[in-house]
T-cell receptor, first 114, second 115 residues
Framework: AQTVTQSQPEMSVQEAETVTLSCTYDTSESDYYLFWYKQPPSRQMILVIRQEAYKQQNATENRFSVNFQKAAKSFSLKISDSQLGDAAMYFCAYVLTGSEKLVFGKGTKLTVNP | KAGVTQTPRYLIKTRGQQVTLSCSPISGHRSVSWYQQTPGQGLQFLFEYFSETQRNKGNFPGRFSGRQFSNSRSEMNVSTLELGDSALYLC??????????????FGPGTRLTVL
């Protein structure tokens, strides 16, 4: 079965500090893409970062970066210099190449404390 | 460029009724996918349309159906509503220029409540 596991249902971080959200996935395929999406209370799902599985270099997007370990099927998200606006549900997901079916984890609720 | 739009944003129906939700993708995007989000099951893939054809389907009963029009706009329909259909329904669009795995951009969702 294709699954995504986010082992931390909730996390909290102090403003300006760094937090890492964990994600592991399970697929027997070798070609896929990984994503982190955030969903604030407004419900709009927003793309945070994207990683191609064939790339060894970890993706970075401003304060957001990932640690992609393909052999371990691990894809964690690091948020540096956390801001109040980062508070949201964060979802890890992957999609197989040639498919549009995103497989999501259950999400991690991130709270940012001032 | 305008984002993905979904109408209506909120909907209240009673059991046994049917409902139609609408999604307008980002201009130029050809693929539209639908997801159901519930507290218990999380985000689940419903189906995906490309060039007016359903390419992928999730594990949902036949009461859930959809279609895509020539302008890429999509609708999904749920017939004979059940209480368990109460959920946030999200639509996502992508370019699908490379044949798959393009980033999907989501709309704000339609909150369906079944009484």
């Amino acid at each position: 079965a294709q699954t995504v596991t986010q082992s931390q249902p909730e996390m909290s971080v102090q403003e300006a500090e760094t937090v890492t959200l964990s994600c592991t996935y399970d697929t027997s395929e070798s070609d896929y893409y990984l994503f982190w999406y955030k969903q604030p209370p407004s419900r709009q799902m927003i793309l945070v970062i994207r990683q191609e599985a064939y790339k060894q270099q970890n993706a970075t997007e401003n304060r957001f970066s990932v640690n992609f370990q393909k052999a371990a099927k691990s894809f964690s998200l690091k948020i540096s210099d956390s801001q109040l606006g980062d508070a949201a549900m964060y979802f890890c997901a992957y999609v197989l190449t040639g498919s549009e079916k995103l497989v999501f984890g259950k999400g991690t609720k991130l709270t940012v404390n001032p | 460029k305008a984002g993905v739009t979904q109408t209506p944003r909120y909907l209240i129906k009673t059991r046994g009724q049917q409902v139609t939700l609408s999604c307008s993708p980002i201009s130029g995007h050809r693929s539209v996918s639908w997801y159901q989000q519930t507290p218990g099951q999380g985000l689940q893939f419903l189906f995906e349309y490309f060039s007016e054809t359903q390419r992928n389907k999730g594990n949902f009963p036949g009461r859930f159906s959809g279609r895509q029009f020539s302008n890429s706009r999509s609708e999904m329909n749920v017939s004979t509503l059940e209480l368990g259909d109460s959920a946030l329904y999200l639509c996502a669009s992508s370019l699908d220029f490379s044949g798959g795995a393009d980033t999907q951009y989501f709309g704000p969702g339609t909150r369906l409540t079944v009484l």
